[in-house]
């Protein structure tokens, strides 16, 4: 089975403001008090200028909304995250935006490389987002994050 996740990340209502004058987001709850919204085809086209991906390494951040996610992060940090799995084999891609810049990442951890002592891209970004895990399990179980294998899962 897979698993496949291109998103935004941030605090309920940060993000539920930020997404307003986004027809096409849509956002779904997850833990601890965090909004998330899927970059699906018709966001990306939305907020897509015709270039096609940016230069941090993700594969669906439309170029030019690395802007508009340093401006959304005025207001608290924000998260763009990616992860592709197969089989349990996959990637994983993050970054956090804070007060206009970017204070994580770009992170990368590819195929076949081990997580880092500090964890998984997504739970590191999501850690900078305040998500504290229990013993026993990371951030990215700890907000639910499993629970869906796919993006467009979270809205439907």
């Known amino acids: ?26 956002l779904a709850l997850i833990g601890q008090g965090l909004l998330l919204m899927p970059m699906t085809d018709a966001l990306f086209s939305s907020v897509a200028d015709g270039s096609g991906v940016g230069a941090l390494g993700f594969w669906r951040l439309p ?19 990616e992860a592709e799995y197969f089989g349990g084999v996959g990637e994983q891609r993050a970054a956090v935006w804070d007060g206009g810049t ?13 997580f880092p002592p500090a964890g998984s891209p997504i739970s590191q ?3 900078r987002l305040g998500v504290v895990a229990s013993a026993g399990q990371d951030e990215f179980s700890a907000v639910g994050l499993d629970r869906h294998r796919h993006g467009e899962a979270w809205i439907d």
């Open 102 to 114: 970017i204070v994580l990442g770009p992170l990368h951890v590819e195929e076949g490389q081990p």
């Open 63 to 81: 170029v030019g909304f690395e802007k508009t996610l340093a401006a959304w992060s005025s207001s608290g940090p924000v998260a763009y995250v």
């Open 1 to 26: 089975m897979g698993y496949d996740l291109r998103a935004v990340i941030a605090e309920g209502e940060a993000l539920r403001g930020a997404a307003q004058g986004l027809p096409a987001a849509q």
């Open 125 to 127: 970004a999501l850690r």
